[in-house]
């Protein structure tokens, strides 16, 4: 076990001085336990120190100085999927997003990761933030499939030997064309109705790192959608990650910069509205006010920026619909991204737009607050337990007996993939809306795509 590099600091503990986590928001805890149902880790292993409840109780015995941070203690926090459904659950009002968002970056300062470790975690942030190279590596992985690489490599049982990590690396490989990889959605599209009517709202949409590598249908389903009911749509270009995977992951400084950089980005247009539709871009795009308070320079930018994000479904619920929906006779399980339940608390407005679709049947499901087992980057750094997550997620959604599965969250959409029924199609609620309003089959959608 490696010895914390931190001295105790006054008024830190065991945390240096950047940012610990505030005592007043540790106090707020009363160990009510009310969490720990709602908790992936603890429902998982029903250990306390892997419930919100036990990881703050390590915390403020760090705070004291009265325990090091070293490897038994980012073990704990490493293992948290950040999903927040605890903060949902709580009737104290206790912030724990707050206290993880904290901690996190204390562990990447202060606690040495071994060589392996490092290695990995270089290797996924070295890639999924970038797209072009997520590209290529795609253009890769669509290689090792389509020449019976991948098969011949499981027949042989080469990928069960494998460490966790590279098996689920493996496993994620998203089923994507040399089509898919290379669609271009148009850096602007006018409103539907331009030469009738003003546009209703200049919308900007954020492209994304794997979103538009792997999720391209999306983006362009997003963009139709927005211009059919009425609103001028902009799609920046720039190969610009918002920083959400860094900051989930407590790499403070490159998350920071990714804002202020994502910030300038959509400076360029007069936006009246910033779209997203990842549940976790969105929810580190609305905590940029938050994240740069400190920043003279960017303070007001951020608040401003944060104050006009809306996730896809969010806007379309606050818009009245000016395109016609066609029927759609589908039952449709749908799955809450933690990100954009817990985090945005945006529950209602997905249901919401699918259900004003005719024909359309939206079924909940069992332990809708429980994560998948994606959680950003944790199916990669964690992987047996957000394979026992994603498993018992995809058990949850089999038992709704669903025509399809929805979720509004690029992860989300890949760790399901790996472990539901492959017959069962998976969207995002913006292209069954798309194929409502095309009037054409979801599951064609995407094939059709002219856009």
């Not at 995977?245 to 790499?251: D, E, I, N």
């Not at 920071?256 to 580190?284: H, K, P, Q, W």
């Not at 920026?305 to 029927?327: K, T, Y």
């Not at 025509?403 to 913006?430: E, F, K, S, W």
């Amino acid at each position: 076990m490696s010895e914390a590099i931190n001295q105790p600091q006054p008024g830190a503990g065991s945390f240096d001085n950047h940012h610990p986590p505030a005592k007043n928001l540790l106090d707020d805890c009363v160990h009510c336990g009310f969490c720990l149902p709602t908790c992936p880790t603890y429902v998982v292993t029903g250990e306390e120190m892997e419930s919100p409840r036990g990881r703050i109780y390590l915390m403020d015995l760090a705070a004291k100085g009265e325990i090091p941070l070293d490897d038994a203690f980012s073990s704990r926090i490493d293992s948290c999927l950040g999903c927040l459904a605890c903060t949902t659950a709580c009737p104290s009002g206790v912030r724990y997003d707050k206290l993880i968002e904290a901690v996190r970056p204390q562990i990447e300062r202060n606690v040495p990761r071994s060589a392996l470790d490092r290695l990995f975690r270089t290797l996924v942030f070295r890639l999924f933030p970038y797209p072009d190279r997520l590209r290529l590596a795609a253009l890769a992985g669509i290689a090792y499939q389509r020449l019976g690489i991948r098969a011949l490599l499981h027949r042989l049982g080469v990928i069960r030997r494998l460490p966790a990590r590279l098996r689920a690396l493996e496993a994620l490989l998203p089923p994507v064309t040399v089509r898919d990889l290379f669609r271009r959605t148009p850096s602007y599209t006018a409103s539907a109705s331009a030469s009738e009517a003003p546009a209703r709202l200049r919308v900007g949409v954020l492209a994304g790192c794997a979103q538009r590598v792997f999720f391209g249908d999306v983006n362009a389903a997003t963009v139709r959608v927005l211009a059919a009911e009425g609103c001028d749509v902009y799609l920046p270009q720039d190969r610009q990650c918002c920083g959400a995977l860094s900051v989930h992951a407590g790499q403070e400084d490159d998350g920071l910069e990714r804002a202020r950089e994502t910030i300038e980005m959509f400076e360029r247009y007069e936006l009246d509205v910033i779209v997203a539709n990842v549940a976790g871009c969105g929810s580190t795009l609305k905590e940029y006010g938050n994240l740069l308070a400190v920043d003279p320079d960017y303070r007001e930018r951020a608040a401003a920026f944060s104050a006009r994000v809306r996730d896809i479904n969010e806007l379309l619920a606050e818009l009245v619909p000016l395109a016609e929906r066609h029927p759609l006779p589908l039952r449709v399980a749908y799955h809450d991204a933690c990100h954009l339940s817990h985090a945005q608390r945006v529950r209602v407005q997905p249901r919401q737009v699918l259900r004003a679709i005719p024909g359309m049947e939206v079924a909940d499901i069992a332990e809708a607050e429980i994560c998948c087992g994606s959680a950003g980057v944790y199916n990669l750094v964690q992987p047996d337990k957000a394979e026992e997550l994603g498993r018992r997620k995809a058990a949850n959604l089999h038992d709704a007996q669903p025509d399809v599965v929805a979720t509004a969250n690029a992860g989300c959409l890949l760790q399901i993939r790996r472990y539901i029924d492959r017959g069962i199609p998976l969207v995002h609620p913006v292209q069954l809306v798309d194929a409502s309003i095309r009037n054409v089959s979801p599951f064609r959608a995407a094939a059709d795509d002219t856009a």
